[in-house]
């Protein structure tokens, strides 16, 4: 059950990093208070992962899913263009999560 809550953490973490632009340096107030409660979600749901993972694996994991969610997700709805080396960097930061995941015996 940690692995779940732990995906769905880095699951709202790129919906939170996606909501961060539309508040306009948090000068809007509805998209500013979406930012805030998808901010919120993500770090309680890294909490409960956090239970019965090592901090480490834990955080690792969970921001490696935000990076390479937030990119591809840029990359789907913002039509952000890619280079080489942001699938290169995509690829090894992949390889890391599965070699942490791995390495923390899967629970």
Known sequence: MPWLWLLLAGVVEVAW?????PTRGF????????????MLVAVFLLSR????????????????????????????????????????????ITAGLITVHLGAGAQ
């Not at 990093?17 to 632009?21: L, N, R, W, Y």
């Open 27 to 38: 000068t809007r107030l509805p998209q500013s208070l979406l930012c805030l409660v998808l």
């Open 49 to 92: 992962a956090m239970r019965d993972l090592p901090v480490g694996t834990g955080y690792a994991v969970f921001t490696g899913i935000g990076t390479v969610g937030t990119v591809l997700t840029a990359l789907a709805l913002r039509h952000e263009v890619p280079s080489p080396t942001t699938f290169a960097g995509l690829g090894l």
């Open 17 to 21: 990093a996606q909501s961060i632009e």
